[in-house]
C-alpha cells in the first residue's frame, strides 16, 4: 500500500517570503503521479502542481515548484513570494497506474501580512 | 463551464437516521470518485465510477455505506443508520476517464459536511 506522509502540521510564513512544504512518499512502483492540492475554507480542493515520476525535471507553476527526489520518495513544494490568498490547507497526494489518490493529512500554511 | 456540484452543502441528522448525499459531475466525465475527510485526516478514497459501474468499492467502510450512479451523471452516497464517527466532509470528484496509465485531473466538488448528534 502506498502511504503519504507531511510531517508539519502548521506552518507559517509573512507575505513576499518563500515556504516550503515536505511530502514523503512510499511505494515500491515506478510509475506514479505525484500531486499538491490547496483547500481553503471554501473546502474546494483545487490542483496546485503535479508531477509525473518519469519525469526528472521538477514541475513548476508561477509561483510554485517542486523538489522531487525519486530516490529518496521526496516531494516538498515550494511557494515564492507568499500571498495572503495562498492561506489553506495543502496536501500531497500520489496516485500509481490506479485511479484513487492517496492523500497525506495536509499541513495547514497561515500566510501573514 | 459548471464544476462538480454537490448538495447538500451541510447536513445534520440524528443518530440512526439514512443519509443522501448527491454529486453532480462535470459534463461529459465518465469517472466519478467519493472521497470521506474526517476532522483532521486527510481525503479517503470511498468508491469510484466509471460510467454507471463500480469496479472497485473496497473504500467502503462498511455496508451501511452505498453508492449508485445513474445514467452515467449524477451519484447518490447513501449512509445508513448514521453513526457519529460517520461525521465528516464527503468530497465528489469527477474526471474524463479513469484509465490506468493515463493521467486525467481530478476535480472536487466543494464536498458535503455531515454532522451526526
Known amino acids: 500500500a502506498q502511504t503519504v506522509t507531511q510531517s508539519q502540521p502548521e506552518m507559517s510564513v509573512q507575505e513576499a517570503e518563500t515556504v516550503t512544504l515536505s511530502c514523503t512518499y512510499d511505494t515500491s512502483e515506478n510509475n506514479y503521479y505525484l500531486f499538491w492540492y490547496k483547500q481553503p475554507p471554501s473546502r474546494q480542493m483545487i490542483l496546485v502542481i503535479r508531477q509525473e515520476a518519469y519525469k526528472q525535471q521538477n514541475a513548476t507553476e508561477n509561483r510554485f515548484s517542486v523538489n522531487f527526489q525519486k530516490a529518496a520518495k521526496s516531494f516538498s513544494l515550494k511557494i515564492s513570494d507568499s500571498q495572503l490568498g495562498d492561506t489553506a490547507m495543502y496536501f500531497c497526494a500520489f496516485r500509481s497506474a490506479g485511479y484513487a489518490l492517496n492523500f497525506g493529512k495536509g499541513t495547514s500554511l497561515l500566510v501573514t501580512p | 463551464g459548471a464544476g462538480v456540484s454537490q448538495s447538500p452543502s451541510n447536513k445534520v441528522t440524528e443518530k440512526g437516521k439514512d443519509v443522501e448525499l448527491r454529486c453532480d459531475p462535470i459534463?461529459?466525465?465518465?469517472?466519478l470518485y467519493w472521497y470521506r475527510q474526517s476532522l483532521g485526516q486527510g481525503l479517503e478514497f470511498l468508491i469510484y465510477?466509471?460510467?454507471?459501474?463500480?469496479?472497485?468499492k473496497s473504500g467502503l467502510p462498511s455496508d451501511r455505506f452505498s453508492a449508485e450512479r445513474t445514467g452515467g451523471s449524477v451519484s447518490t452516497l447513501t449512509i445508513q443508520r448514521t453513526q457519529q464517527e460517520d461525521s465528516a466532509v464527503y468530497l465528489c470528484?469527477?474526471?474524463?476517464?479513469?484509465?490506468?496509465?493515463?493521467?486525467?485531473?481530478?476535480?472536487f466538488g466543494p464536498g458535503t459536511r455531515l454532522t451526526v448528534t
Open positions: 465510477f466509471q460510467g454507471n459501474s463500480a469496479p472497485d
Open positions: 470528484a469527477s474526471s474524463l476517464d479513469a484509465a490506468g496509465g493515463t493521467f486525467y485531473e481530478q476535480y
Open positions: 459534463s461529459g466525465h465518465t469517472a
